[in-house]
């Protein structure tokens, strides 16, 4: 894999792939809906990610798995806000996971260090200028629409062709709204109007995504791909929880290709594993 960027403006620098652990505010989302939802557990969840190893608490409250319907702006706030907050306050490199300029501003506002859209800028056309103004790193992920109707999305002829121009272009269109190219991370969005095999490709072929020239964060942790490559005998995807051992797996492979940070539910084995990849890589690099 093309050599990344491996350091990104504001949060810290570390000669390994970085992991991103997620809190999801939500009732819903696709894997832990509503276990971390009350906002004192929330709070003490991302506190125990970072014990556990989590470079970076990632932080949203709106579900985008699949069908999943959007929530109002204020909900979004309240559940949010208070959250990034108090981890803010503990020290703790916290992401804001949202599509709404608003919700990253006032994320910003209370201690956040990166806005991780999943939208790339698409779902609020004025967050680009909202990131530009806080100066804060920016995840522009590929997305071809909303979660209720992604799937019908899913559609290439050659996805990592048509993946990573399609990021290009979104790139240049942040870059022109004052967002600077040192605060821009890119992510396949593996899942979002992908299927398995769209999946696969991307993260086999992430050496056309690195000729963009951005740090990549990678976020396969708990998705369907996953179950049902692991599908039980009787043909049954694996339950989301089920497939941890798996998602380790991929980081592995994603930091030992140079992915900048993964996206992860269960954090403990995943920090395992990117210094494992980082061992394995300086031994390489010492032969």
Known sequence: MTSLPTSVPG??????????????????SFSDGGEWFDETVAIQHGLDLVAQGADIVDVGGESTRPGAARVPLDEELARVVPVIRALSAEGVAVSVDTMRAEVAR?????????????????????????????????????????????????????????????????????????????????????GFAKNAAHNWALLAGASQLAELGYPLLIGASRKRFLGRLLADADGSPRPFGRSDDATVAVTALAAHAGAWCVRVHQVGPNADAVRVAAAWKRAGANT
């Open 106 to 190: 006032a994320a910003v506002a209370v201690g956040a260090r990166l806005v991780n859209d999943v939208s790339g800028g698409l779902a609020d056309p004025a967050m680009p200028r909202v990131v530009a103004a806080t100066g804060v790193p920016y995840v522009v992920m590929h997305w071809r629409g909303h979660s209720h109707d992604m799937d019908s999305r899913a559609v290439y002829t050659d996805v990592v062709t048509e993946v990573r121009e399609e990021l290009a272009k979104r790139v240049d269109l942040v870059l022109a709204e004052g967002v600077s190219e040192d605060q821009i991370v890119i992510d396949p969005g593996l």
């Open 11 to 28: 949060l810290a620098a570390e000669e390994r792939c970085l992991v991103m652990g997620v809190v999801n505010v939500t009732p819903d």
